[in-house]
């Protein structure tokens, strides 16, 4: 009978000449339990911001759009019993007396104030940029507008353009010009309320501007000083250019804001006169809290029709920026 022998090593331990016993790898452990706290972890962080979002964007959303298809008095709004009434509402607005010259004082307030809030604010910015004695206290001056509460800024205003002993009137028939209406005139009052928004945003549009110069490198104006060009074309050829992405976002900011102003516009004139300074903004808050008999309804109508075009141009904003980058 024949027998089998294991080699050993020098040391007589089986496994060969080096006499090390093979090495066993331990057993891997599945990723899934980290991938499965990853997940709860991030969920955690998330959380917070999907609660806010919920509560004070898509709960208001819902809310308003529901207040918009049903028929919401005061009674119904208490008892909650409302009826349904579809798009009634929103053929209700479109075929108001008030739609039409809302929407035309919309148009010249937000188109008239961005235009002159931007070009004053660029204006004022590129002044800045070249450091001066005094231009830290100068750029401090004009970040008041902005830092007054909106009812301090639209009843002085309202002070300034009295037509009987307000200061701009005052100031002009010192020059021979006669008495204006600014706010009881229905071709003035909207444009006396513009004047005071443009007052009001420039300070904004000086600060976003005015940092989106800082980030221009200094070395490019001074190539170009070399190359030949005056200050007009160093501004249309390298700084207009450049601003541009910082630009896009401050008209669309100011887009947004200026839909939505609402007190300046009700301080100064309430609206009127006869609508004559009357925007959706103002026109939704009237509906639902300006005239004693809250109609949250159409209010909510308008206010939907306000988040609409709002949307609109933020969706065209992200159009653009997308084939700018494209390209």
Excluded: C
């Excluded at 208001?60 to 019993?81: K, M």
């Excluded at 007396?97 to 809030?117: E, Y």
């Excluded at 450091?131 to 639209?154: E, K, Y």
């Amino acid at each position: 009978m024949s027998t089998t022998s294991t080699p050993v090593g020098s040391t007589g331990t089986p496994g060969g000449a080096s006499g090390t016993a093979p090495v066993v790898a331990p057993p891997r452990r599945s990723p899934r339990p980290r991938a499965r706290s990853n997940r709860w972890a991030a969920a955690a962080f998330a959380a917070p911001l999907l609660i806010y979002m919920l509560v004070f964007y898509v709960f208001p959303l819902y809310r308003n759009l529901e207040l918009s298809l049903h028929d919401y008095t005061v009674r119904a709004f208490v008892q909650g019993d409302a009826q349904f009434v579809g798009l009634e509402k929103y053929r209700e607005i479109i075929t108001s007396a008030t739609f039409a010259p809302a929407v035309r004082n919309t148009v010249v307030f937000v188109v008239v104030s961005l235009i002159f809030q931007y070009a004053l604010g660029l204006a004022l910015a590129v002044f800045f940029r070249n450091n001066f004695r005094l231009s830290g206290l100068l750029r401090g001056m004009f970040l008041i507008p902005w830092l007054l509460p909106l009812i301090v800024s639209a009843s002085t205003w309202s002070w300034m353009l009295n037509s009987d002993n307000g200061i701009v009137n005052s100031v002009l028939a010192a020059f021979g010009v006669g008495q204006i209406n600014w706010l009881t005139s229905p071709t003035m009052a909207i444009w006396s309320v513009t004047i005071a928004n443009i007052w009001l945003g420039i300070p904004f549009n000086l600060v976003i501007l005015y940092s989106g110069l800082q980030n221009i490198p200094g070395d490019v104006y001074e190539a170009a000083s070399l190359d030949g060009a005056n200050g007009w074309q160093q501004f249309w050829r390298i700084t207009f250019p450049l601003l541009r992405p910082v630009s896009a976002i401050t008209l669309l900011l100011g887009f947004v804001y200026t839909l939505k102003v609402v007190d300046v516009i009700w301080i100064m004139t309430n609206g009127g006169p006869a609508n004559a300074s009357t925007t959706l903004a103002v026109w939704s808050y009237r509906e639902a809290f300006g005239t004693g008999q809250p109609d949250f309804s159409p209010a909510a109508a308008v206010g939907n029709v306000l988040i609409l075009v709002a949307l609109a141009i933020g969706l065209l904003y992200l159009q653009l920026q997308r084939r700018q980058e494209k390209s």
